[in-house]
């Protein structure tokens, strides 16, 4: 089935163009078709996996534009790599696709839904075709389609301000990642002539380091960008504006770990500079605890979900950057899963209490068993309690740290787990135990969702257990880099192939996340201590904290406001007033001058010839002389 | 024949109606001969042969011999996507034209008139004939303005020929200079231009030309800050008008500038790389400042215009083979582009009655394909992959890299600027609540429909697969790089 892996991002195009189409005649039924489509590409990336799993690769391309003279081959590229994450990725959209046929009901008289299966077809073209990309140019493409259809996804209620404002933030936010990206394949397309990923990787041991570091700095921005790592993170928590289908599948489950996959992919080029890899895994290291930070005061059940979206993509870079490909892949599978999850129950809650304020939730354990039992799952995986999946990933990231010997990172990964199982628990401790405390009645939602729910909880209990398979399928992919390259990083010490397993860390970590959960019980549900009185003394960073480092203003006021429309308002005043007005001046200059000639122009032919022969001899003398 | 037919089409599209002296007649008859002229200009691409990098469907006739002066024609891998885009934007417009209800018979042969100069200018070898082209277009323009359009056509119409005439006699003298330069050198007199490509300038001459051409070809771009006339012109123009105005009137500045004083002086060209790359990079940013700072959508997408076009000189300035690629694919795809932009604003300054952004609001709600339309006009206006103006930015961006290095990386974050007017505008006008005291009429109607889809999807189909029209660009850039010994 591999040589049809092609057809993976070909098929929803079809969906999205009869969503498109059809959209304005009718209402419901683009469901239906979007989800047939999905389906058969998730078939075919299930059968290209096989095919993987039995030994296949596959690689072909076309010729798609010659530019100065030089080809650009544009195909698709199917290793181990792309043959799992092209499965998983299709998996969820297939999975969030039937979710959304019970969640996206009530939208249905407001808004019409085939807008949103178009929108949601066309983030899958983007995001499968991303993921298959043989070349950097191609998967630059696909980056900004599923840009794109962020943006249009998370303006879906476009009648709301902030919805729209929230959007066009994302969207510029995360082009200032792309600009580097773009800046980083086009350097090392000047410098090594190809946007091939197999060429490139060939070619890298002799390219100058500087340059090759330059390029993967560059790459690794558009990754910041996309995955909102510090300092372009601002845009993921405002993009929950969107429906909750769409924060699960674009800003938790898929999109958002296209950078994480697109340092992944490139990762030979990575591993020949070792200042990259270090600002790979220092970002992502601050990342992770500083967005952890924010999310322990957040009351908005969505926002508290991002903050902690936004942290453990930072683990994944962190486990890239210090040299394993397999602890930062392998997180991101089994996050995909658990995050998602963790996402459509949020939106299952938002559903029956019609609020996303944890403070009006409470109780909603005995309403609501499926969602209560399966969110569970999700907040004990991401806590990275055993047997979850996240405890197996998340102890593959910080022994990554360890064993690289880096404490600071070690540090950055164990106090963010700390964080992150308290901030999870407060969450559903808020939301699932205590007395209910809002004005709704909250029921369970149709089957459609809780099943959709009891599938991923499933994932999330047991994908931890591919982690001995895993390891070894990942060491594999690793051998298929070039011999020079892999070489090359062992010798300066940028790749850890294996990593040996370390009890005292894994049961350390274990006791600090379970300690955290049990003060979130103390604290939420025994009341054993106020939470609100330990705000009050602290209120200084709890408020830094809720103001979220004043990062958000200093982009939407300093660089929105005051260097962007100021500074385009002065422009627009130059060009009006000063430009243009000595432009305007001229001309009345000569009309005044003008008025003024007038009066030789009396009528007389001989006057006129007399000036036409004076002025032709002057401009033949002139002509004569030089 | 087949240019020579084209522009008999045109010409046929202009005269038709004219005599026809009736609204709709004379409409269906422009609409009539534009098509025609399409199918022509298709089918000079259909026997247009690939392989041969120089110029061909070479026709010569003499025109005033004692001047040297003969009606040359020829078509190049650089000029003959720039007349498609004109036989496609005579078609387009006209189209559209056909919603406007006071427009009558005079309006569409204008439209055709206008056409039909900037087919001649692409078309044309002899330099003489070059200029009456470029002069043939200057009228049908002003009265397209002056006749046809808003509350102060007669300061706009009046700008723009004024200005862009200076522009025109300063690129007059140079072409006489040359011409008496070959008489000296040859004893010929000629204006053709094959023959002044093989003239020897001293430099110091060279570079007073040198100058004199790019001036008369910025006034056209136009370049920062040669380009007040443009929003002026604009925002009183008449929709068609302005489809034409950015489609292919900017155009001819470009290809000038890229077809004349790059070809007659490419060491000159080398000289000055670095400050035409600085004044195309101000031209890029101040254009994309400039629009965020516009309230009008007309003046928004004008001075957009001039942050694209920036990308065209920029391509001169590199002179490498992609950077030349990119600057004439720039033109073509700014040219379906912008016209878009430009029909957009034009229906809803039809339907809602303003086109000024702060007293929108909401606009989806009630002109929901409208919507989508200038969504996907914005997405594509900001050079989003699949869209040609995609293509033509990234190469422009690989050659100006090549020639300058660490200069061309100061380009790069002209696309946060660009999105962010595109972005704001559309966030103001068509997203959020509905404003209440807006009456909109109506959604977008047939005709509308019919020339917008025509220019989206080719903007799309190319940005896709570009190798129909890039692989001929692509050959002439190579070719005409490897001539004046570059690279």
Known sequence: ?626 | MILSLILLFLLLGTVLPWLSRNDRAGRYLAIFFALLSLAASLYAYAIFDFSNTGFQLEEKAEWIPALGISYHLAVDGLSLPLVILTALLALASCIYGTDEARRDYQFYGLLNLTCLGTAGVFMALDLFLFFVFWEVVLIPMYFLIAIFGGPRKTYASFKFIVYTHVGSVIMILAFFVLHYMYLEQFGVRTFDFLDFAKLSVEPKIASVLFIALVFGFMVKIPVVPFHTWLPAAHVEAPTSGSVLLAGILLKMGGYGLLRVPLTFFPEIARDFAIPLAIIAIISIFYGAFAAMAQEDYKSLIALSSVSHMGYVLLGAAALTPAALTGAAFQMFAHGTVSPLLFMMAGSLHHKAGTRLIPQLGGVAHKMPVWAVFMVAASLAGLGLPFTSSFVAEFTVLIGSLEAFNVLALFVFPAAIATAGYLLYALRRAVFGPFNTNLHIHGDLNTQEFAAMFILLILTIALGVYPRPLLDMIDAYSVYFVGLIGGV
Not at chain 1, 338 to 350: E, H, N, R
Not at chain 1, 503 to 526: D, F, H, Q, R
Request: with cysteine; net charge neutral; glycine share 10%.
């Open chain 1, 1 to 626: 089935m591999i040589e049809y892996s092609w057809l993976i991002p070909i098929m929803p195009v079809f969906g999205f163009i009869i969503c498109l189409i059809g959209g304005y005649r009718v209402r419901m039924g683009y469901g239906q078709v979007a989800i047939f489509f999905m389906f058969l590409s998730f078939l075919i990336s299930l059968g290209s996996f096989l095919d993987v799993l039995a030994g296949k690769t596959y690689h072909a391309s076309i010729t798609w534009a010659i530019v100065g003279g030089k080809e650009i081959e544009f195909g698709v590229l199917i290793d181990s790599l792309s043959g799992i994450m092209v499965l998983v990725v299709s998996l969820l959209i297939l999975l969030i696709h039937i979710y959304s046929m019970g969640y996206m009901v009530p939208f249905i008289r407001t808004n019409q839904l085939s807008r949103y299966f178009a929108e949601m077809q066309l983030f899958s073209v983007g995001m499968l075709g991303l993921v298959i990309a043989d070349n950097l140019l191609l998967m630059f493409m696909f980056w900004e389609i599923v840009g794109l259809c962020s943006y249009l996804l998370i303006g879906y209620f476009y009648r709301k301000p902030e919805a729209a404002r929230a959007a066009m933030k994302a969207f510029l936010v995360t082009r200032a990642g792309d600009v580097m990206f773009l800046i980083g394949i086009i350097v090392l397309f000047v410098y090594a002539g190809t946007f091939s990923l197999t060429e490139l990787f060939e070619l890298a041991p002799e390219m100058d380091l500087t340059i090759l570091t330059f390029a993967a700095v560059m790459i690794f921005g558009g990754a910041v960008g996309k995955s909102a790592q510090f300092p372009l993170h601002v845009w993921l928590p405002d993009a929950m504006e969107g429906p909750t289908t769409v924060s699960a599948l674009i800003h938790a489950a898929t999109m958002v770990k296209a950078g994480v996959y697109l340092v992944a992919r490139n990762y030979p080029l990575f591993v020949l500079s070792p200042d990259a890899m270090t600002t790979v895994a220092y970002i992502g290291g601050f990342t992770a605890l500083f967005a952890a930070s924010m999310a322990l005061v957040m009351v908005d059940i969505k926002k508290v979900i991002a903050y902690s979206t936004i942290s453990q993509l930072g683990y994944m870079f962190l486990a890239l950057g210090a040299g394993s490909i397999f602890a930062g892949m392998f997180h991101l599978m089994n996050h995909a899963f658990f995050k998602a999850l963790l996402f459509l129950a949020a939106g299952s809650v938002i559903n029956a209490c019609m609020t996303n304020d944890i403070r009006e939730m409470g109780g909603l354990r005995k309403v609501m068993p499926v969602t209560a039992l399966t969110m569970l799952a999700g907040s004990l995986a991401l806590s990275g309690i055993p047997p979850f999946s996240g405890f197996f990933s998340k102890d593959e990231v910080i022994l990554s740290a360890f064993q690289r010997g880096d404490m600071v990172l070690t540090f950055f990964g164990i106090a963010a787990a700390a964080l992150t199982a308290f901030y999870t628990f407060r969450v559903w401790f808020m939301a699932f135990v205590g007395d209910y405390r809002g004005r709704e009645h909250p029921k369970e939602n149709p089957k459609i969702m809780t099943s959709v729910l009891t599938i991923l909880a499933i994932f999330a209990t047991i994908t931890g257990f591919i982690k001995w398979w895993f390891e070894g399928y990942m060491h594999h992919f690793i051998e298929t880099y070039p011999h020079e390259v892999l070489e090359r990083a062992e010798h300066i010490g940028t790749i850890q192939p294996h990593l040996i397993p370390n009890e005292g860390l894994m049961v350390a970590t274990v006791v600090i996340a379970a300690t955290s959960i049990t003060i979130a019980y103390l604290g939420y549900v025994k009341k054993v201590f106020d939470p609100a009185s330990i705000r009050n003394p602290l209120r200084p960073i709890h408020a830094m904290l809720y103001d979220k480092y004043y990062m958000d203003y200093l982009f939407e006021e300093i660089f929105g406001g005051r260097i962007g429309l100021y500074w385009a308002r002065a422009t627009g005043w130059i060009d009006k007033y000063i430009v243009d007005g000595i432009v305007d001046g001229i001309g009345k200059t000569t009309m005044y001058a003008g008025g003024g000639l007038r009066r030789i122009q009396t009528g007389n032919i001989q006057i006129y010839l007399s000036i036409v022969v004076v002025g032709l001899i002057a401009i033949l003398l002139y002509f004569e002389v030089v």
